[in-house]
């Protein structure tokens, strides 16, 4: 899974901070290609630990982005896991993964 960055949601970037409240749970991730679905989101990054369940969709909290008019992905999501090590474990464990692809 090619992924051009990963982050936890709202914390601080080079582009500064956008103004949402920093989400330890939840983390953000780019460069995903257009047809990547949930359920490889879910395989991909559950792999690494729980990941919380939407209480109203009885679904895994990952949301892909997409366009208004298309429908189709925008390449970015976020996904929450059930506790902040956990997705502090991802972005740790993506970016290990990104230098060894180099």
């Known amino acids: ?25 939840t983390i953000f991730v780019s460069g995903l ?7 490889q989101l879910q395989e ?16 895994p909290k990952i949301w892909v982005y997409k366009d208004k008019e298309t429908g189709k992905s925008k390449g970015e999501c976020t996904i929450t896991y059930d506790d902040p090590p956990t997705a502090s ?3 740790g464990s993506m970016v290990k993964n990104l230098m060894v692809e180099f």
Not at 6 to 14: A, E, F, R, T
Not at 33 to 39: K, L, V
């Open 44 to 59: 991909h990054f559950g792999s690494i630990g729980l990941i919380k369940m939407d209480k109203k969709t009885r679904r």
């Open 1 to 25: 899974m090619a992924i051009e960055e990963i982050k936890i949601l709202g914390s601080k970037s080079g582009y500064g901070n956008s103004g949402m409240e920093e989400q330890q749970d």
């Open 89 to 91: 474990s991802a972005i």
């Open 33 to 39: 290609s257009e047809d990547t679905t949930e359920n």
